[in-house]
T-cell receptor, first 112, second 113 residues
Framework: KNQVEQSPQSLIILEGKNCTLQ??????????LRWYKQDTGRGPVSLTI?????NTKSNGRYTATLDADTKQSSLHITASQLSDSASYIC???????????FGPGTRLSVLP | DAGITQSPRHKVTETGTPVTLRCHQT?????MYWYRQDPGHGLRLIHY???????DKGEVSDGYSVSRSKTEDFLLTLESATSSQTSVYFC????????????FGSGTQLSVL
């Protein structure tokens, strides 16, 4: 079964600290992997997208990594800000159709 | 939210009543999607459209129907709402589908009592 798992389920950090969110998937055949940020009461917004051949992608303070061999991805947030408080969703796209498999998300809270 | 408007933003209805949610886009994207989001679950695809009058089912399509008579509008209908359909519904669009970025609307909070 195609699944995406994320850990931790929730995370609390202090402003200015770094953190890393994890994503494991069992999706096949794989097309690409994306990370989305979802603020409370809003729709998800794309942060990064990586294909099979890419192992790192950055977007400002956000850096995503992908290990296609172990089927793992991580999202590293550097020098966190209060505005980083949100849910972060890992999404894997199958290599056919309109099949996006969404993870349940990690809820990040950044405290002052 | 990338030219996507969902209406209504909030709705409370009773079991057994029909409900229609609307998604309107100004991006002229070909693909439009309806998802539902529930606590502890990832977003789940209900239906999607790949053109005017062209639609297909997603993984949780039972109890839902859709229509797309114009490029810019995608309607989701709950023929007879049930409490299990209480959820947050998101519309998304994509220019070229599966390999492209999804742009999401702000969501509709639906409560079925």
């Amino acid at each position: 079964k195609n699944q995406v798992e994320q850990s931790p389920q929730s995370l609390i950090i202090l402003e200015g600290k770094n953190c890393t969110l994890q994503c494991n998937y069992t999706v096949s055949p794989f097309s690409n992997l994306r990370w989305y940020k979802q603020d409370t009461g809003r729709g998800p917004v794309s942060l990064t997208i990586m294909t099979f051949s890419e192992n790192t992608k950055s977007n400002g303070r956000y850096t995503a990594t992908l290990d296609a061999d172990t089927k793992q991805s991580s999202l590293h947030i550097t020098a966190s800000q209060l505005s980083d408080s949100a849910s972060y969703i890992c999404v894997v796209t199958l290599n056919y159709g309109q099949n996006f498999v969404f993870g349940p998300g990690t809820r990040l809270s950044v405290l002052p | 939210d990338a030219g996507i408007t969902q209406s209504p933003r909030h709705k409370v209805t009773e079991t057994g009543t029909p409900v229609t949610l609307r998604c309107h886009q100004t991006e002229n994207h070909r693909y439009m999607y309806w998802y539902r989001q529930d606590p502890g679950h990832g977003l789940r695809l209900i239906h999607y459209s790949y053109g005017v009058k062209d639609t297909d089912k997603g993984e949780v399509s039972d109890g839902y129907s859709v229509s797309r008579s114009k490029t810019e509008d995608f309607l989701l209908t709950l023929e007879s709402a049930t409490s299990s359909q209480t959820s947050v519904y998101f519309c998304a669009i994509s220019e070229r589908g599966g390999r492209e970025k999804l742009f999401f609307g702000s969501g509709t909070q639906l409560s079925v009592l």
